[in-house]
């Protein structure tokens, strides 16, 4: 039976990457149907990403693919097209980010399994009522209690075995031994245009410089606040006239599609780690 594949991956770069690879998957039955390569000057690291059929097991292909990462040093993802990525979301009281990251799954947009709802507020506090099956937890966090919180937080990720969390506004700052153990895997709405007006209240602090322009950026979550590489941002003209609640309310819009272009980008593989930055493959 013919399953689709992507494999994505980076590597020192050299000559002759793009030749092994697909000769690997050509040995394999392989047809490509899509590839994309990017090589930085910068970091001397080279970029795929990789769409392929093939009827080959996976355990042939990843042996095969395993030996050349080796090789190639590489750091490499392999996930077939009915591998749907397990997914836990993260929200505090703004919920605008959530209702539409839940509705865009339930329409088939995003191709992900919502897991599990997390929030350190009561489900009270949420001004989306439907959440369908997604349990929810509501796991409250204060400075006394913090350590212990994330610990819950990550003990859901292994239970439920996790691959991805969104921080849908969930205004905490994790701790670096929870942002490390989950390393280009944990994405964040930020709700300015990144690396103006970072930590809280992004709005306000717009509205106080006056801007004319407000916008959006999803990046990964690192122990420095609101500095991860970033995936994807958007903006929004405002005007004089425009109050912090104006500021707010359109910004909704932003943060929301934002989010979710970044999230459907990560679980298509279409985003790699660069250092401190992201190469995307969005075309
Ligand atoms: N280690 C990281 N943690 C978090 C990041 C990050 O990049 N690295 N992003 C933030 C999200 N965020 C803005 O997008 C943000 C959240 C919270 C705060 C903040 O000052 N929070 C206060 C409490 C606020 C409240 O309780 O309402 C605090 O934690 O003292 C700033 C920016 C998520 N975490």
């Known amino acids: 039976m013919t399953v689709s594949y992507t494999l994505s991956f980076s590597c020192p770069d050299r000559a002759g990457i793009i030749a092994q690879v697909s000769g690997a998957i050509f040995e394999h039955r392989g047809n490509i149907r899509v590839l994309n390569q990017f090589?930085?000057?910068?970091?001397?690291?080279?970029?795929?990403?990789?769409?392929?059929?093939?009827?080959?097991?996976?355990?042939?292909?990843?042996?095969?693919?395993?030996?050349?990462?080796?090789?190639?040093?590489?750091?490499?993802?392999?996930?077939?097209?009915?591998?749907?990525?397990?997914?836990?979301?993260?929200?505090?009281?703004?919920?605008?980010?959530?209702?539409?990251?839940?509705?865009?799954?339930?329409?088939?947009?995003?191709?992900?399994?919502?897991?599990?709802?997390?929030?350190?507020?009561?489900k009270t506090a949420l001004k989306v009522t439907e959440l369908g099956a997604v349990p929810f937890h509501h796991l409250s966090v204060g400075a006394e209690n913090r350590a212990a919180q994330e610990a819950q937080i990550l003990g859901l990720v292994k239970d439920l075995n996790i691959d991805l969390v969104i921080l849908a506004r969930y205004m905490q700052i994790l701790s670096d031994s929870f942002a490390a153990a989950?390393?280009?895997?944990?994405?964040?709405?930020?709700?300015?245009?990144?690396?103006?007006?970072?930590?809280?209240?992004?709005?306000?602090?717009?509205?106080?410089?006056?801007?004319?322009?407000?916008?959006?950026?999803?990046h990964y979550v690192t122990a420095d606040l609101d500095?991860?590489?970033?995936?994807?941002?958007?903006?929004?003209?405002?005007?004089?006239?425009?109050?912090?609640?104006?500021?707010?309310?359109?910004?909704?819009?932003?943060?929301?599609?934002?989010?979710?272009?970044?999230?459907?980008?990560?679980?298509a593989q279409r985003v790699l780690m660069n250092g401190n930055k992201t190469v995307v493959f969005w075309s």
């Open 39 to 122: 090589n930085d000057p910068d970091t001397g690291l080279f970029f795929m990403r990789m769409a392929f059929v093939t009827d080959c097991t996976r355990a042939e292909l990843e042996r095969t693919l395993g030996a050349l990462a080796q090789s190639l040093q590489m750091k490499w993802e392999l996930r077939s097209k009915d591998e749907r990525q397990r997914v836990l979301l993260l929200v505090s009281k703004f919920d605008h980010c959530l209702a539409d990251l839940l509705y865009r799954t339930r329409i088939g947009e995003l191709d992900m399994e919502i897991c599990g709802i997390v929030s350190n507020h009561p």
């Open 182 to 218: 989950l390393s280009g895997r944990c994405i964040n709405i930020h709700h300015s245009f990144l690396p103006s007006f970072k930590g809280a209240k992004p709005y306000h602090q717009a509205y106080a410089n006056g801007v004319k322009m407000i916008g959006a950026t999803a």
């Open 227 to 267: 500095e991860g590489p970033i995936i994807y941002q958007d903006v929004e003209a405002v005007s004089h006239a425009d109050m912090p609640d104006d500021l707010v309310r359109k910004g909704r819009n932003i943060e929301q599609r934002v989010l979710s272009r970044a999230v459907s980008w990560h679980l």
